[in-house]
Nanobody
Framework: QVKLVESGGGLVQAGGSLRLSCAASGSIFSISLMGWYRQAPGNERELVARIPSAGNTQYADSVKGRFTISRDNAKNTVYLQMNNLKPEDTAVYYC???????????????WGQGTQVTVSS
């Protein structure tokens, strides 16, 4: 089983910055995608950013130029640097990965427990 543990959420004023981290552990043979989604109250969960093992990253239009996603493959960890935060960025942020637990199995989606990000105006 693959487990994702997030950290780095909190309360920040508009214009401030936060850095989220998410470490994958457990039975991991390989990881393809890693990324971040968010869900605000009353809204559906939406993609924030994702990064493949190789290739281009993808960002939601609302965060382009402000957020940067990166990953450390040696540590099975993905990061989200969030700058110039806005009140509308307030949400629970969920880490996501598409991983292969072992060589005899396919790829599955795994989710973290979520971390709250609150941006005050």
């Amino acid at each position: 089983q693959v487990k994702l543990v997030e950290s780095g959420g909190g309360l920040v004023q508009a214009g401030g910055s936060l850095r989220l981290s998410c470490a994958a552990s457990g039975s991991i043979f390989s990881i393809s995608l890693m990324g971040w989604y968010r869900q605000a109250p009353g809204n559906e969960r939406e993609l924030v950013a994702r990064i493949p093992s190789a290739g281009n990253t993808q960002y939601a239009d609302s965060v382009k130029g402000r957020f940067t996603i990166s990953r450390d493959n040696a540590k099975n960890t993905v990061y989200l640097q969030m700058n110039n935060l806005k009140p509308e960025d307030t949400a629970v942020y969920y880490c996501y990965t598409n991983a292969r637990p072992d060589i005899g199995r396919g790829y599955y989606n795994y989710w973290g427990q979520g971390t709250q990000v609150t941006v005050s105006s």
